[in-house]
Nanobody, 119 residues
Framework: QVQFVESGGGLVQPGGSLRLSCAAS????????MGWYRQAPGKQRELVAS???????NYADSVKGRFSISRDNAKNTVYLQMNSLKPEDTAVYSC?????????????WGQGTQVTVSS
């Protein structure tokens, strides 16, 4: 069974910070690189950050230098520290495997967590 439980979203002013958490099924977390995705209203879901089991990270240009992804392999949890937030970061944030083929194979998404950046 695959499961993702995201938390930590909320309303924050521009320039503020949030830390998102995602508890994932060990079945996926222990095998695959993990990613944080976001989907804004009317836009496609995009991968904003990913991390391998070994800890190598990659970021979308739009968040580079502001967001930081990390994982706790003992807790099957992946985090996203978001600093210097901008209104354009407003979206529903979800975690999943970082590999699109794996995402398609399992075909499952959690509820996600809403992040709203507004004054």
């Amino acid at each position: 069974q695959v499961q993702f439980v995201e938390s930590g979203g909320g309303l924050v002013q521009p320039g503020g910070s949030l830390r998102l958490s995602c508890a994932a099924s060990r079945r996926i977390f222990s095998i695959y690189a993990m990613g944080w995705y976001r989907q804004a209203p009317g836009k496609q879901r995009e991968l904003v950050a990913s991390i391998t089991i070994g800890g190598a990270t990659n970021y979308a240009d739009s968040v580079k230098g502001r967001f930081s992804i990390s994982r706790d392999n003992a807790k099957n949890t992946v985090y996203l520290q978001m600093n210097s937030l901008k209104p354009e970061d407003t979206a529903v944030y979800s975690c999943n495997a970082a590999d699109a083929a794996v995402v398609a194979a399992y075909d499952y998404w959690g509820q996600g967590t809403q992040v709203t950046v507004s004054s």
